[in-house]
């Protein structure tokens, strides 16, 4: 007999199993056993762990929720998944961007958690809103596949691609998701669970107002550098022309010092985007130095420093470039 219970396996919750020979069949079902087989089993995979066998989910278990384990077609276990003891305290920390004032070809938002989060609530829990009050049907991606950082706190929410590129059915058929003049809330509500089947605090929402498209390269040379004196810790504060991606900021600029060598120091963004600075940890050095861009770096709307996200084919300036990286030269005074 199988000893069937709830467990953890690394940060994941997990039905563990001891006592199941490597090579049985295991099956976990949401749904009591008299109904058990009309429903399908649960995407997941079966780890082993010492002398026990874990089936660790794809999408967290929910609470309150029945589920059935099956072992070599029979059932085994009805386990219902308990309700956390513990209030909630996971809140959404930031939804980015933060530019009050987006494109009308916007490409993606991230959201960002302070707990470990659930997969496969997104759809239900995220949404864009319209001036009016209602979601704007079709505007997110839909997709199986959430795009969640190795850490599960920050989900990338894209609006859907085939309505931005012109000329795409989805354009052609029902247009932008998004429009010029108007303006929308992307809300994330209280329903959205944990990795621990907990919903979030509150509902949280950031509101943006809408613009023409963009739909140039990215392009160093319309930035503006501050540049801090040598043998300072001042920061250098790096002026970009519009908004860029939060998320390609984080690991995209970096700074070479006179030796050649990449500089230790610390970087952030600036408010709606729109700027980035880095304080060494030692003084800056007498000579040229450079900060180098890497060609991924993206505005709001997807264009980047070698190409444009919806490309005019009619235009030769908006040609791909070369990829790899651009340097900028700067002296500290």
């Not at 319209?130 to 997709?143: E, H, I, R, V």
């Not at 706190?153 to 859907?160: A, E, F, G, K, Y």
């Not at 940890?281 to 709307?301: K, Y």
Request: charged content about 30%; overall charge negative.
């Amino acid at each position: 007999m199988a000893d069937v219970s709830w467990s953890r396996y690394g940060e994941d919750d997990c039905v563990r199993l001891g006592g199941v020979a490597p090579e049985a069949i295991v099956r976990v079902r949401a749904g009591a056993a008299p109904v058990v087989g009309e429903l399908p089993p649960m995407a997941g995979r079966l780890i082993r762990d010492g002398d026990d066998t874990c089936f660790v989910p794809r999408f967290s278990f929910l609470a309150s929720t029945t589920y059935t384990v099956l072992i070599d077609g029979a059932t085994a276990a009805v386990l219902i998944r308990p309700r956390p003891d513990a209030a909630s305290t996971t809140e959404v920390i930031d939804i980015r961007p933060t530019a009050l004032h987006v494109p009308r070809n916007l490409l993606r938002f991230y959201v960002r958690f302070s707990s470990r989060m659930s997969e496969g609530e997104a759809a239900r829990h995220i949404r864009l809103v319209d001036d009016d009050g209602q979601t704007m049907a079709g505007a997110l991606l839909p997709t199986e596949d959430e795009l969640w950082d190795t850490d599960r706190r920050r989900l990338t929410v894209l609006l859907d691609p085939a309505r931005i590129k012109r000329g795409l059915i989805g354009h052609r058929e029902v247009g932008y998701p998004l429009h010029d003049g108007s303006s929308f809330r992307l809300v994330i509500d209280e329903g959205f669970r944990d990795a621990l089947g907990a919903p979030v605090r509150a509902c949280t929402e950031r509101r943006y107002a809408v613009d023409g498209d963009e739909r140039r390269m990215v392009d160093p040379d319309h930035w503006t550098l501050t540049v801090p004196p040598h043998t300072s810790l001042l920061p250098l504060v790096v002026a970009f022309d519009r908004p860029l991606d939060h998320g390609l900021l984080g690991r995209c600029l970096h700074i070479v010092g006179p030796d050649d060598r990449r500089v230790d120091g610390t970087p952030s963004i600036g408010d709606a985007e729109r700027s980035w600075q880095f304080v060494p940890r030692l003084a800056w050095a007498n000579g040229s130095h450079r900060l180098v861009v890497d060609s991924v770096l993206e505005d709001l709307a997807g264009n980047s420093l070698s190409r444009v996200f919806d490309r005019d084919l009619a235009r030769p300036e908006d040609a791909p470039r070369a990829t790899g990286s651009v340097a900028v030269a700067f002296r500290p005074r």
